[in-house]
């Protein structure tokens, strides 16, 4: 997004961090932008314009935002995005799904129960040759309960500074994967 010529592995870790946080709060894809400016907002509203601005700083860039925007707590924002898609899945009548970036809401989009099933049966975040499925209830529950050290691995690896942000070698001994977390 910042046109940096220099891109490094950090780049990959960014990308496992992104599909950490669709795990974690049950929605894929969990950024929509369709250009670098509607994803810069995106991630503003995730990160808080502070950090993101002294992040372009480090870049010789720089990024104003007004109002300043707080940053969002992730944990708090993957539960309740999976507390919503719970509570979604069990009417009836088609719903209107929503995302939540720092109070501002991006609308998904008119999806029906059967529709949410049928995305997630044939989407790719459902395979039993993985052993696991995002539609199966305990796999649901099994994230909605996942340890706090998930959440702090989901920080490092979406660090928005790839010179400080966990290397792959790190995140593999991050304690996440070196204690049993899961029953």
Excluded at 17 to 42: E, K, N, T
Excluded at 46 to 67: N, V
Excluded at 92 to 109: A, F, L
Excluded at 149 to 167: E, F, G
């Amino acid at each position: 997004l910042l046109k940096c010529p220099n891109q490094t592995t950090g780049v990959d870790i960014w990308s496992a961090g992104v599909i950490l946080l669709c795990l974690l709060s049950g929605h894929y894809p969990f950024f929509r932008a369709h250009d670098d400016q509607s994803a810069m907002s995106q991630i503003i509203g995730l990160f808080g314009s502070r950090e993101c601005s002294a992040t372009t700083r480090s870049y010789g860039k720089d990024l104003i935002c007004e109002p300043e925007v707080s940053s969002v707590d992730l944990k708090h924002l993957c539960k309740k995005l999976r507390t919503s898609l719970f509570t979604t899945e069990n009417q009836s009548s088609p719903v209107k799904k929503k995302r939540m970036y720092n109070g501002v809401t991006d609308t998904i989009g008119n999806t029906s129960p059967d529709q949410i099933n049928n995305s997630r049966k044939n989407g790719c975040l459902n395979s039993s040759k993985y052993g696991f499925s995002v539609s199966d209830e305990t796999s649901m529950e099994t994230w909605e309960n996942a340890p706090d050290s998930v959440y702090d691995l989901l920080l490092q690896c979406l660090d928005l500074n790839p010179v400080s942000r966990i290397t792959a070698h790190q995140a593999l001994t991050h304690p996440f994967f070196t204690v049993r977390n899961f029953k």
